[in-house]
């Protein structure tokens, strides 16, 4: 197939098509250097000059001020899960706010290493609800206090940014980062998988306010340290040197589109769109999430019957829209509209759902 088609994916996902295209221009010879990405040392001028773009292009779209160290790691956002608790869970509790599949398994990780308290879950109601602003309440003494703002499986979003006072947040952003602006100054840490709105599978991002180095546990093997990490800037190992230039390029089309407030205005277009498909249908398609705390990311939905759900991701994919299968924990329809989803391809899912709806009714 010649032809690219619209891939709605939950992650690894879409990118940005003038990304891909640049890539593939400079795949051959990165920056004239006669050599790929994939082959220069990461020890070269020219790959610190990337990975200070990459740095950079972050910083600048979301604002992350100075007294903040931005990391590029590996072992994906799972890993995150563990080296949280590893870094900071050596005294006291960790509180933990569970509103999908993603927190639920960080919530069982950081078990593993510390004493964690949840303080807010919406699992007995099927995970398709976030807490009302100032409805959690995150004990002065916490160590941290845990959330993911968007739940990619579920689809479920906070539409605000959770305080705690004193107590430092830490948030998975793996599935919204970069989708819209954000106050930095909230967070103590924040992670991301790079797979859905970064840049390709292989680096996670991460956000950490300098004063937190300052409390990392001692005795870590230095690729689990926080500080080692930052010290050597995030190259205690050899990094992953092709996503690390990916992200480098997404940040440049992100500027180019006109940073994250312009990306907010697009990303809640898409999704108002979608969500007026399913509102629409009389029932046909139900939503899963709340309609408060449906995410702008992952519109998650389900058909009368599990057959008709198989028989609309078959003809789906026919038509050129892939990836739209629910996580195969949940089942149901998802379609992840990030970044660099195009509103074409919200457009044609419409479409569609309308026509299969009016011949499977
Ligand atoms: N958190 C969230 C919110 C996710 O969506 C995912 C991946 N889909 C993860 C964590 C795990 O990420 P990874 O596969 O990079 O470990």
């Not at 200070?52 to 990391?71: C, F, M, N, Q, S």
């Amino acid at each position: 197939m010649s032809e690219r088609i619209f891939n709605f994916s939950s992650g690894p996902a879409a990118m940005p098509l003038p990304v891909l295209e640049r890539a593939q221009r400079e795949i051959l010879s990165i920056y004239d250097s006669g050599m790929s990405v994939m082959e220069i040392s990461h020890r070269s001028k020219i790959f610190e000059s990337i990975l200070t773009k990459a740095e950079l292009g972050i910083r600048e779209l979301l604002g992350v001020p100075l007294d903040y160290r931005i990391l590029f790691l590996q072992g994906g956002a799972s890993l995150q899960f563990s080296m949280i608790p590893m870094n900071f869970l050596t005294n006291g509790i960790a509180e933990y706010v569970i509103t999908g599949s993603w927190g639920k398994k960080a919530l069982a990780e950081a078990a593993m290493v510390g004493r964690v308290n949840t303080i807010f879950s919406s699992e007995k109601s099927g995970f398709c609800s976030v807490p009302v602003a100032g409805e959690v309440l995150v004990s002065a003494d916490a160590t941290y206090v845990h959330y993911t703002s968007n739940e990619t499986i579920d689809g479920v979003q906070f539409g605000y940014e959770l305080r705690a006072g004193t107590v430092p947040v830490v948030c998975d952003m793996s599935s919204d980062i970069l989708s819209k602006p954000l106050e930095i100054e909230n967070y103590a840490l924040i992670y991301a998988g790079a797979q859905k709105n970064i840049g390709p599978s292989g680096a996670t991002v991460v956000i950490i306010r300098d004063e937190m180095l300052e409390r990392v546990a001692s005795g870590l093997p230095s690729v689990l340290d926080y500080r080692a990490l930052a010290l050597n800037n995030s190259m205690v190992n050899t990094p992953n040197t092709w996503a690390i230039y990916m992200i480098g390029l997404v940040c440049d089309w992100l500027g180019e589109q006109g940073g994250l407030a312009a990306m907010e205005i697009r990303n809640n277009e898409k999704a108002a769109v979608l969500y007026e498909a399913i509102d629409s249908s009389d029932g046909y398609y139900v939503g899963h999430a709340e309609t408060s705390a449906r995410s702008v990311m992952n519109v998650t939905f389900r058909l009368p019957t599990e057959e008709l759900e198989d028989k609309f991701c078959s003809e789906a994919t026919s038509n050129g829209l892939d990836g739209l299968r629910g996580h195969r924990s949940v089942g149901g329809i998802r379609a992840s509209i990030y970044n660099a989803f195009p509103r074409a391809g919200v457009d044609a899912l419409v479409d569609f759902m309308k026509d299969f709806a009016l011949r499977n009714g």
